[in-house]
């Protein structure tokens, strides 16, 4: 088996040149053109997708190739690729039976998914003592009648250090507005054979076993995070709405999450960047997350029986605020500085410091069950501590406690595979932390709301109470019981590490 390390990167169509014109620059050649066209195989339930397999056929330059490549082969960035010469177009079902996919496949019928026709511009550039591979990929998917674009530059490492994929990648993004993306061409065409338009939601790693070690979990955790950020940002730039705010939002935290629950191996400095950049973008979701939950959630419920002076001019500010909320959201989205904080967040998690540091490598090369349970346990017993008086815990004070209960969730949600044992314990545990953190969020939302209300009264102290009384209600008390009780529910719900 071949292991290949590759960046792939998601580019507009016009600025293909730009980008064969920095790869020229880097290297002084021409690449070589190839037109590659693709017959994608599996099952009839998809089983091979479904395992995390991709199987084509593939016609080029060197004759016909049948190609089986799997999710992921340990790092970040690696796929495990077994690859035969064959004479038909069908798959060679001998040379199958000695890849990993052979037991699930047996005597299954295999039949075509989808298709891509793709000009390849390729060449081999040196970088010091590395040799990486470029590919731009300009063409397209094709599904019964529906038909997807491809234009993709990937950058494959054949051999020296990792940090050369990576430099390549940032002289190249400085230049050329390159997106990152962990989704495969085999993904895209499975999502159009299927006509899949639905929002990406985070696949949890299935490599993670009893016998991990901290650094393979914490970059099968990382390659989750970031590709569900990557894919959700590409759905809400095709798809821009409530939901896709909220995906993106959330991918965002979980990777930022990841970097404080893995903290004593993102101490360096480049962890420290990546985590300000996280926390910026974040934040440029906050308004028109908020927003959406306010006006879909709040005001279009209580509108309709509202009656107050200067209702329709609230609205009206309402709309506005809303308006200049995914403005900002957008320029955001499409910056150089998002753009940047995706490849870092590749770059840290594949090549980081902590990834050759001898200092770090005991707990790096540790076993990651024992180091779980004591991460959970910091993160349990820094939530109790706050808990435990939150009876004088004012409004900001509440809210670290709530930040501080999302990181434990998320802990627990990506570390209980790690306790298999104990599945059911970890299925309760969550479901009590995500009550908590439900719970307390809906005491932030209130207080954020106030916020909102000012924003679209636009100064008017007399509008902005009318809309208070309309949209807030009389709720403290309930809420703190309830979130009171989720805490203590919390609290005496056992634990499974």
């Known amino acids: 088996m071949d292991r290949e390390i590759e960046l792939k990167f998601l580019l507009p169509p016009e600025a293909a040149s730009l980008a064969l014109a920095e790869l020229k620059a880097v290297q002084g050649g021409e690449g070589a053109v190839r037109q590659l066209d693709a017959t994608y195989f599996d099952t009839p339930d998809h089983a091979l997708r479904r395992a995390g397999y991709g199987l084509r056929v593939r016609d080029g330059e060197g004759g016909r190739k049948q190609t089986l490549k799997s999710a992921s082969a340990g790092g970040v960035f690696s796929r495990g690729e077994w690859e035969t010469r064959v004479e038909g177009p069908e798959p060679d079902r001998d040379a199958l039976a000695l890849t990993p996919a052979a037991a699930m496949l047996e005597d299954r019928p295999l039949a075509p998914v989808f298709t891509t026709h793709v000009e390849r511009i390729a060449q081999l550039i040196q970088v010091g003592e590395a040799s990486i591979e470029t590919a731009l990929d300009r063409g397209e998917l094709s599904a019964a009648d529906r038909r997807a674009l491809v234009c993709e530059l990937e950058l494959e490492l054949?051999?020296?250090?990792?940090?050369?994929?990576?430099?390549?990648?940032?002289?190249?993004?400085?230049?050329?507005?390159?997106?990152?993306?962990?989704?495969?061409?085999?993904?895209?065409?499975?999502?159009?054979?299927?006509?899949?338009?639905?929002?990406?939601?985070?696949?949890?790693?299935?490599?993670?076993?009893?016998?991990?070690?901290?650094?393979?979990?914490?970059?099968?955790?990382?390659?989750?995070?970031?590709?569900?950020?990557?894919?959700?940002?590409?759905?809400?730039?095709?798809?821009?709405?409530?939901?896709?705010?909220?995906?993106?939002?959330?991918?965002?935290?979980?990777?930022?999450?990841?970097?404080?629950?893995?903290?004593?191996?993102?101490?360096?400095?480049?962890?420290?960047?990546?985590?300000?950049?996280?926390?910026?973008?974040?934040?440029?979701?906050?308004?028109?997350?908020?927003?959406?939950?306010?006006?879909?959630?709040?005001?279009?419920?209580?509108?309709?029986?509202?009656?107050?002076?200067?209702?329709?001019?609230?609205?009206?500010?309402l709309q506005a605020v809303h308006a200049n909320a995914y403005l900002r959201m957008e320029a955001a989205?499409?910056?150089?500085?998002?753009?940047?904080?995706?490849?870092?967040?590749?770059?840290?998690?594949?090549?980081?410091?902590?990834?050759?540091?001898?200092?770090?490598?005991?707990?790096?090369?540790?076993?990651?069950?024992?180091?779980?349970?004591?991460?959970?346990?910091?993160?349990?017993?820094?939530?109790?501590?706050?808990?435990?008086?939150?009876?004088?815990?004012?409004?900001?004070?509440?809210?670290?406690?709530r930040l501080k209960g999302k990181t434990l969730r998320y802990a627990a949600e990506d570390l209980a595979p790690l306790f298999p044992e104990h599945a059911d314990r970890a299925d309760r545990f969550v479901k009590a932390a995500k009550a908590a953190q439900d719970t307390l969020g809906a005491l932030n939302d209130r207080a954020v709301r106030e916020g909102l209300v000012d924003l679209a009264a636009h100064g008017d102290p007399d509008l902005a109470r009318a809309a208070r009384r309309v949209v807030l209600g009389e709720e403290d008390q309930a809420l703190l019981d309830a979130a009171r009780k989720a805490l203590k529910d919390l609290r005496d719900t056992r634990t499974f590490w």
């Open 333 to 401: 989205l499409e910056s150089p500085r998002t753009r940047a904080v995706l490849l870092e967040a590749a770059a840290w998690l594949e090549a980081g410091d902590w990834t050759t540091d001898p200092a770090l490598a005991q707990v790096r090369d540790g076993p990651a069950r024992a180091y779980a349970a004591e991460a959970l346990d910091a993160r349990r017993k820094a939530v109790r501590k706050r808990a435990k008086h939150f009876d004088d815990l004012d409004a900001e004070a509440r809210h670290r406690l």
């Open 158 to 317: 054949k051999a020296g250090p990792p940090r050369a994929l990576f430099d390549l990648a940032r002289t190249l993004a400085a230049r050329v507005p390159l997106r990152l993306s962990l989704v495969s061409k085999a993904e895209r065409g499975y999502e159009l054979a299927a006509d899949e338009t639905g929002l990406p939601r985070r696949r949890h790693p299935t490599e993670l076993g009893r016998k991990a070690s901290v650094g393979e979990t914490l970059q099968a955790l990382g390659r989750a995070d970031l590709g569900h950020l990557c894919a959700a940002l590409e759905a809400l730039r095709d798809r821009p709405g409530a939901e896709a705010v909220h995906q993106a939002r959330v991918a965002t935290r979980r990777l930022r999450a990841l970097l404080k629950i893995f903290k004593p191996l993102a101490q360096d400095e480049a962890a420290r960047r990546l985590d300000q950049e996280l926390s910026w973008l974040a934040g440029e979701f906050d308004a028109a997350r908020d927003l959406d939950v306010f006006v879909g959630e709040v005001w279009r419920g209580a509108a309709p029986g509202a009656d107050f002076t200067g209702k329709d001019a609230f609205e009206r500010g």
